[in-house]
Every structure is written in C-alpha cells, then in structure tokens.
C-alpha cells in the first residue's frame, strides 16, 4: 500500500531505540547491589548496536507507503522502514522497507520476478522475507522486503496514492454476510439516505456494502481510478477535499494544485505564510484546446535497488509549445517536466499491461499507483503496488480489464482507469502550457 520518514520518527515509540545505551538511559531500575556490576557488564557488551527498523509514522510527511496506508485506512506495525544493521545512524530514507508478510502478494511479487514479466519494471523490488534475527521481539508478524521507491528522489518528495480499478472489493466479498456496526456509521456519514430499512433496524452492513456504495460515489466506479491522498511540503490533501472530484478535470486541477512542485524559475520553492499556505498566485487550470501533438517518447532505465525501474528522460521545456497567455505559462513552466515525466512513465506501464501474460491471467483488485515528485522538479515516477488483492482469473474465465464488473465476471477496470489517468495527466500538461498528447487507447 519505500517510505520517507521524519526525525521525530525516531523517538516516536518508546520500545524503539537507537542502542541498548539509549534503552538503559530511560530506565532507572532498582536492582541488588550484586547484581548492578552484572548488569552494567551487560549493558556495556550491547552498547553500539543499532536499530534496524523503525515504526513508520502515519504522520510523517510525504511517507510513499504510509501515506498509502493512510488513505487506505491501515496503520500500525504493517510498515516499517528497515536499515542494515551496520549502518552508523537511522537514515531519512533508507533503500529498503518491510511491509507485512501476505502469502498472496509474496506470490504475485515471486512470480513477476521468475518470469521477468513486463509488469516488474513498474514495481517495487521484492527481497524475499525479512529473518526473524533481524526483528524486534515484540513483532510477532513475518515480513517482507522491499525496494524503497523513494530512495533515489530528494527529501521530502511530493507523493499521490492513486487506487486503480472499478471496484475496491474482492468477488468473495460479496457473499459474505457479516454486519458490522462500524461501516454502517461509515456508510450514514457517507450518505444518510444509503441505509436500507434491514440495515437501518440492524444499525449494520456488510463490508461488501459499504465498499461497493463507496466506490459508486466516487470517481472509481465511473473513471476506474481514484485519488486517495496526496503529501506535498504544506502537509497532506483533506480527504474530503479529494472527495469533491467528480470527473477527469476536476482531477487534473486537484494534481496541478496540489501535487504538481510549485516552483520559482530559478527552482525555489514558493514561500508559504505562517499557517503553511502557498502564496504563489493561483494559476488557473486551462487547457489549451489548440495544441495537438504528440509526446516524445524515450525513457531511462533508472537502477533502484538491484532492478530497473522506468523513469522517463528529462523533457526538454524550451521545446514545449507556448499557448497564448504567456505569463500564466511562465508560472507553471517548472511543473512541465514533472507531468511529462509522469505521462511518459503511464503510457509506459500501460502498454506493459497490455503485452504481460501475468497481467492477462489475474485479476487487479486494491491495486494502487504510487506518483512521486521530486519538490524541485528534477525527478518523478510512477510506481504500480498493493498486491494482496491480485489473484489469478478462474479457468475458463478471461477479462478485458475495461467492461463493467457483474459479480462473478471477475472484470476489475485497470486500463479503462490507466486510460483515464492518461487522459487526466493530458490535461495536467495541457494546463501547464505543454502540448497535448494525442493519445488514443488501444488493446
């Protein structure tokens, strides 16, 4: 669901600590008077070691994973961030994270990497499981290793978590009948009048319920993405702000507003007010109709822990066409090579899609993607994850990943999302003054 942590991040949880010095120095412990020179023997013989993990705070800023997990409404041990046991201090972002172990997604993750599948260029790389001697006593979960996408960005990068798909639930889900109190007062807040007469006497609902009422009410079941957070250096997008988009231009704005780095021309950051607000002009989204051409293609492969990942080359933005209000385009011109990038790297990973026996075979439920910007535009990529809930198709049964889902067709939506992502980052471009792709769908 790699991460990007704060220094507070490091003291947050009491049972965490840099060395066993630090351990004992929070501690008064009364012990006989025999036993004290024991216990600074060994107190003596640990100091030095180093933490390997630390827990990933659900509130540090621009976190990759954590902030996935947020807007997925996970949190707890489920990541953590792992360093070597040999590295002299904690890093802000360390080159691996571990993320609990989930025998699906290990699956998913061991076949892609067996067969060199297309789709393996696009994810985060897998290094099998964490050792147990590598864990802290309390954690009881197994986990894995992964890549940390945002280790090869600077600090504090923007980041967007993007759910992909038409619909958020599993065809088992379906069938299930549990109710549950706690999603039926999600499913009032929601929408007050959604509640049928059985679940309002019953003040419950199942799960499949609540996610599939959802899902129709946000841009996931119409356009077969949503966007479900986004961390920028002003903090995170408000969840009922992200709630308002409704269509593909109201997500293009919601990206050009708060994703896209806002930049001075010479790189600086715009200055914000005390209360962290940007205090750059507002640009207005428009999309220059006229434009019509196509995106240069040409891609870098970008080294990321052991495996290449695709990373468009830089654009060049002299190049980009001007639109009419030059002053306006001078003001968003820095964001051009982030959204060139970002198209680049998404008509990339859709053709993958298309070409991948493994993507044919399986269905892609709760399946993410994972945009990353650098804050002074110099770097962005898109990265595919989340995969407990990709599950391969039943015999007999194939997919288009475009027709609308009935329970039991197995169709989960993908490229009619990546194609209106496309379409969505088209028009990001476009609002930046860049040209506008001709980009047409294809299967």
């Known amino acids: 669901m790699g991460c990007n942590f704060s220094q507070n991040d490091r003291v947050k949880s009491p049972t965490h600590r840099t060395s066993a010095q630090a351990m004992a120095s929070d501690q008064e412990v009364v012990v006989p008077e025999e036993e004290e020179e024991e216990a600074k023997a060994d107190a003596a013989a640990k100091k030095g070691l180093q933490r390997k993990w630390s827990l990933a705070s659900l509130d540090s800023a621009c976190s990759l994973l954590s902030l ?3 807007a997925a409404g996970h949190g707890g041990n489920s990541i953590l961030k792992y360093v070597d046991k040999d590295a002299a201090e904690v890093p802000e972002t360390p080159r691996f994270v571990m993320k609990v172990w989930d025998d699906n997604e290990v699956s998913v993750y061991e076949e892609l990497k067996s067969t060199k599948d297309q789709l393996l260029a696009f994810t985060p790389s897998f290094f099998g499981e964490v ?9 009881e979960d197994r986990y894995m290793r992964l890549s940390n996408v945002l280790h090869k960005f600077n600090a504090n990068p923007n980041v967007m978590d993007c759910k992909l798909g038409i619909r958020s639930f599993t065809e088992q889900e379906v069938h299930k009948r549990r109710l549950r109190e706690d999603l039926y007062l999600k499913l009032v807040q929601l929408d007050p009048s959604a509640p049928t007469a059985e679940e309002r006497e019953a003040q419950a ?4 319920r609540w996610m599939s009422s959802n899902d129709s009410r946000t841009t996931l079941g119409s356009l077969g993405f949503r966007i479900d957070g986004i961390e920028n250096s002003r903090g995170k997008t ?3 702000e992200l709630r308002k988009v409704r269509d593909v231009s109201d997500a293009a704005r919601t990206i050009i507003q708060e994703f896209i780095p806002k930049q001075e021309a010479d790189g600086q950051s715009f200055p914000t007010s005390d209360e962290g607000v940007d205090q750059r002009p507002e640009v207005p989204f428009q999309v220059n109709q006229g434009v019509d051409s196509q995106a240069s293609s040409g891609y870098a492969g970008i080294n990321l822990c052991g495996v290449t990942c695709c990373v468009a080359k830089t654009a060049d933005v002299a190049d980009c066409p001007r639109g009419k209000e030059p002053e306006v385009q001078q003001a968003a011109e820095p964001g051009l090579a982030t959204a060139e990038k970002v198209l680049k790297c998404l008509t990339a990973m859709r053709e993958a899609m298309v070409s991948s026996e493994f993507f ?3 269905s892609f439920i709760g399946c993410s993607l994972l945009f990353v910007a650098d804050t002074h535009g110099s770097d962005a990529g898109v990265y595919l994850i989340d995969f407990a809930h990709t599950t391969p198709l039943p015999e007999g049964v194939s997919i288009d990943h475009r027709s609308l889902w009935k329970a039991g067709n197995h169709e989960d939506g993908i490229l009619l999302g990546m194609d209106n992502v496309i379409k969505c980052w088209e028009q990001v ?3 930046l003054g ?3 792709p001709a980009y047409k769908s294809r299967l």
């Open 68 to 70: 996935e997990r947020c």
């Open 131 to 139: 050792d147990s001697d590598d864990l802290a006593p309390e954690l």
């Open 205 to 208: 609902c199942t799960k499949y």
């Open 238 to 240: 408000g969840k009922e």
């Open 360 to 362: 044919r075979r399986h």
């Open 429 to 431: 471009l476009a609002g």
């Open 434 to 436: 860049g040209p506008t």
